[in-house]
């Protein structure tokens, strides 16, 4: 009995040893340049893996260099900027409420949403794709989705993509967050995660996760990203500016094969700015 009970005890501590590790750590690219005395607070989310995660040293990941580059051009130092962690169904009300001065968190720039506030971009154009359990041989795509959970953030373009092409027809799971999303796949709670391929494709490489989630590979829509700003925002054109400039100087593609490239994801070209 006693070296039953000693085998348990070991198989759970290796059991939470593997759940507590993580992947290669999100690289964040520097500092920006900027030594003026301005401050920003930029909304983010901080459970994405290779895009926005919190680490033991703060953020990193490719939205948080797209941010900390911006906030430079605007003369507002890395140490000056203020991270706010947002749930995705927030990220309008955070910026029409003034809680945050810019949003960058994978914010996909739509005409609904430009009712509201302003956008910057395109920076990225990612494509919604679907994550699900690998062993899964049922689901090969969207149109193989009838009679399955699928769980996606609220207050997100996915979910309004699942909610008006699939009405009826799948269950929609909705959370806060990402990573709430992808807990409750491998459990067994739902059927897929959709969202964009960026996003799965960072969680499908986690340790955790590697060898039992994939990611389908079809995506079906394309998801503009944008930094959003309020409406009126006198900043929006140096955004703008500054977005340009992260592109063509070669900065965007350092962040994105510093953090994006490992997972195996084809870094796309880069798109143009508006």
Not at 35 to 46: E, N, Q
Not at 56 to 84: C, E, H, M, R
Not at 215 to 237: A, S
Request: glycine residues 10%.
């Amino acid at each position: 009995m006693r070296r039953l009970a000693a085998a348990a005890l070991s198989l759970v501590a290796a059991s939470v040893l593997v759940s507590g590790c993580s992947s290669a750590a999100p690289q964040n690219t520097g500092d920006n340049s900027a030594t003026g005395s301005g401050t920003l607070t930029i909304g983010i989310a901080d459970d994405l893996p290779g895009v926005s995660l919190k680490t033991d040293s703060g953020y990193a990941g490719f939205d948080i260099d797209t941010a900390n580059y911006v906030a430079g051009k605007l003369g507002v130092p890395t140490k000056n900027i203020t991270w706010q962690r947002i749930d995705q169904a927030e990220r309008v009300s955070a910026l029409t409420s003034g809680k945050v001065d810019l949003v960058v968190s994978t914010f996909s720039i739509t005409a609904e949403r430009e009712k509201e506030i302003a956008f910057a971009g395109p920076y990225f154009v990612a494509h919604q794709d679907l994550l699900i359990r690998r062993n899964d041989d049922t689901i090969t795509g969207p149109e193989t989705l009838d009679g399955k959970k699928v769980c996606a953030a609220a207050g997100t373009t996915s979910i309004d993509y699942l909610t008006s092409h699939y009405r009826g027809k799948i269950t929609v799971v909705k959370v806060p967050s990402w990573s709430e999303c992808v807990r409750d796949l491998a459990a067994g709670t739902v059927d897929a995660v959709s969202t964009d391929d960026l996003i799965l494709a960072g969680f499908a490489t986690q340790p955790e996760y590697k060898g039992v989630l994939r990611v389908i590979g079809k995506g079906f829509t394309d998801e503009n990203y944008g930094i959003g700003l309020k409406q009126g925002d006198d900043r929006l054109d140096t955004v703008r500016a500054a977005l340009k400039e992260y592109i063509s100087s070669g900065a965007w593609k350092k962040s994105l094969d510093a953090n994006i490239a490992p997972s195996g994801y084809a870094i796309p070209a880069p798109p143009t700015v508006k």
